[in-house]
């Protein structure tokens, strides 16, 4: 075997060229990798729109939302359907099961064949098509989002539905949604009191429009030799030409401007959206997977840039108010900033302990191992994002652990005046298996993150990924490229320069003072082991206490933040409008210029953190910020300051805010459904749980979706009056729509526009919705009787929100939670224990508490199995390489060694417990025993070569200090950075980065002694 190992080391071209190509081809993929902010990833979640224009909630629940329901339970894998019923839309969310991509991709199919079978079969005909989309971190969130605003009317309308079209053409682009921008109609209005002179019914003048406006093809015509095409031509968007049109009639012909106005309009606006006081349409971009947002972004700015100066003559302009470019530069560039940052303190601390030469051949391991890491990364297609960072800083330090032991177990045999070839061979031999038992174990810690199930799990999928290649990678260059790298350099014993001498006389002091601190460890076992018995149990004790506070998830601010804005059911759209825009005159004058990027206001939808709510009684404040400079406040701070003044404006409108955050996507920290088909019962539950909610200490933003719809006069054909008077049911039916919004009657298309024709009554404000009973029902016999003669009414207040939750009548209780007062858990530990106490007044009610809590329990349950599997492995291995039951356990000590001194960290700082740092103390298991593996593989050396169990431990300890020093501090100075925001602070990662710190600067100090000390007791024991 060691002649092969010798004549590879001996081929230095082939080492050369190999390192050459991973160098060249890992720059070549960091710098073509699309950038992004987050990782690319499928939720698992399935959107599904159905709607049914004029539908009362009442009304799209039974046809719409129950027959997709039904659909729904045909398909497996599913974990929970929730679904909302509005006033004309029905929204359906469904989750499946963690699958692999295929089954996910078959599951979806699935119910794509389901959703589509129960339409054809039993949705209403002017229900539209189901719309199905499969929600991904790409198009969950748009990536940028513009304004095109102006003076309004036709111009902005359909300057808006060409740069839409144009926008959907853009490389990149996967969707861009249009809020107030409304489709084209032609409007025949017609005047009841002239149709009823004319003796026509409102059905005549449709059923004559619908006759005149349309294309016959007669097809071929054969003419002598030859063939004619006859087509008889009828449709026009030209309105002045459709007027000239005439109803025919026993009488005569009725032209239809003689009755009727026909106008070119747009359909009634359900959205209305304003920027700078001027109307306008927001466009929402979402990318496609795989593309770089930085790219895809200046592509828009571009594109903006060239359309202004032809827009300028239509009198609008397009502006692009919010992206995501600044928050992934910074994210990206503060990760950037502290792996550089990381960099220099490894190759710092590798030239203190082991100068100039050998720093700089352990340091070459470091671009070559984060170059294969790269290509990796761009072989399975992933983005460069933070997570990618995130394990390359957690990776840097330790990149050098096993090149700093191989090359100091060379250098050692160097000094003792062995040739180069004998002390590269004997080096590798000496230390070879505990280096790679050290990265094995350091995997085997990383490798089962790569099973964290949930959006948790796929979002941190990359970093063990990452991690795992790049030590795998440096193993090959400490192996192979290093020790070629030595024999080419012919390297020698360092000259005795004054820094040489220095840096000995700092080796020898500290191993003449750690060998003498550790004979008195030694000399007082008991007392010792006492203290690491009460140091473990102290931080177990911290923690169970509430000494260190628990804030499960922690993310990082977006500069961007919401104002919702609710209104009582029924108002108009203008009125939400105008309550949105008086919000945006305070907020625009209550932050500072220099903070602001721009503040829109909308009506007619507002985004919450599941789905998008539909209602002329919903609107939103969209404020973007300024990307955060030093002395700038970030978002929190900006909302708590604004929040007051919101909270206090007078009127009719209640206001709620909705700070947007990086991370995976979570919801409320409480989100109760109460479930039950008892509507009475289910309603006071409710007011039971918001009562009670209401309770909590730091609650915020308290509410529930089960809101009243508009007012609604509720009729019915009566059977008798029908009869007695002649008329078909079916007309009446049709001279309601007419009399309301109007009746389809015909499409074409215009400018590649879709123009449909709608005939209703000339629209009028009533004075009582009763007004409408007054209107004409022609007879046949040439009478007429009025709407109300035939119909029974009822006036009534309409539902205007219902949720289901698996399919059963639910309301949602959320709420904001001021985390520095109350964490989640205890929040809904709360809430659950007053539930107890109220169950018996609500036998029929069941509580379903998700939201944050279910996606923290998913988490925490798996992490804890995931923490099993990894101590399993890492035992497995330990086991393999000391062929030992008692050694491995002894190493594996040093695990709560390092937990006691993550919790010690988190008390110092006063960070919180997150899951986050429960991911670091996972990571931080297979780092924090690499130390332990070299002092005991040491120790069971000396004890072959005839020593006493204490001074082989004792001697042992003393020769593999620096080593351990060396590992241990370059992998701290990789983190520190990140660890302490001196390269840019992160509430994600930074907690990660300092539970290692923490943890391993703890335990390697505590290693150096505990290890020892248990190896003398166990060993002696042993015997």
Known sequence: MKGVYGRLIDNHPLANIAFLMVLLGGIFSYLTLPRAQDPEINFNWVSIITTLPGASAEDVERELTGPLEDAIKQVKDIRFASSSSREGVSSILVRFEELSERQFDKRVNDLRREIQNKASAELPPDATDPVVVEITSSNGFPTAILMLHGSGGEALRRAGFLMKKELEGLAGVDQVIAAGLDEPELHVDFDPARVAAAGLSPVQVADGVAAWFRNTLAGRVRVQDREWLVRMEGKTPDPEALAQAAVVTPQGRVALDEIAEVVRSHERPSQLVSYNGRPSIMLSVTKQAGTNTLDLVERLQAFAGERNPLLAAQGVQLALIDDQTHATRHAIGVMESNAIFGLFAVLAMCWVFLGSRLALLVGLGVPFALAGTFIAVDLIGATLNLTVLLGVVIALGMLVDDAVVIVEAIYYRLQRGDEARAAVIGGV???????????????????????????????????????????????????????????????????????????????????????????????????????????????????????????????????????????????????????????????GQAIDASELRSIASYAGLKFTDTEPVYGDQYAQVLVSLQPRAADMRDTGEIIASVRPLIEGLEGEASFSFLEMKGGPPTAKPISVKIKSDDYPQLRAAADAVLAEAAKLPGVKDLTDDDVPGRSEMRLVLNREKLARAGVNPAEVARLLRLYGEGELVATTRDGGEKLEVVVRARPETLNDVTELLQRVVPLGDGRSVQLGELVDHELRLSKGYIRH?????????????????????????????????????????ELDFSGELEDIQESLDSMTKLFLLGIGLIYLILATQFRSYWQPLIILLTVPLAFTGVVLGLIVSGNPLSLYTLYGVIALTGIAVNSAIVLIDAANERREAGMSVQHAAIYAARRRLVPILITSTTTIGGLLSLAIGLGGKSLMWGPVAASIVWGLGFSTVLTLFAVPLVYRMAMERGR
Do not use: C
């Open 429 to 587: 031999a000496e230390v070879g298996l505990p280096v790679l038992s050290s990265v094995l174990t350091t995997v085997a810690a990383f490798l089962p993150l790569m099973l964290l199930p949930g959006i948790l799990g796929k979002f941190m999928f990359i970093v063990p990924f990452v991690v795992t290649v790049g030590l795998l990678v440096s193993l090959a260059e400490a192996f192979w490229i290093l020790p070629t790298h030595v024999l080419a350099l012919g390297m020698r014993p360092a000259r005795r320069t004054r820094a040489q001498l220095l840096r000995e006389r700092l080796t020898h002091w500290l191993r003449v003072k750690y060998a003498r601190a550790l004979v008195a460890v030694l000399r007082r076992r008991r007392l010792a082991a006492l203290v690491l018995v009460l140091l473990v149990g102290g931080a177990g004790g911290a923690v169970a206490t509430g000494l260190v506070k628990v804030q499960f998830f922690a993310f990082d601010s977006m500069r961007l933040f919401y104002v919702s804005v609710d209104m009582p059911a029924g108002v108009t759209p203008e009125r939400t409008l105008a309550e949105a825009e008086r919000a945006a005159r305070v907020l």
């Open 805 to 845: 939750y698996q399919l059963t009548r639910a309301i949602t209780v959320e709420a904001e939670l001021d985390r520095g007062v109350i964490d989640t858990v205890e929040a809904n530990d709360r809430l659950k224990a007053a539930w107890v106490q109220l169950q018996p007044r609500f036998p029929g009610v």
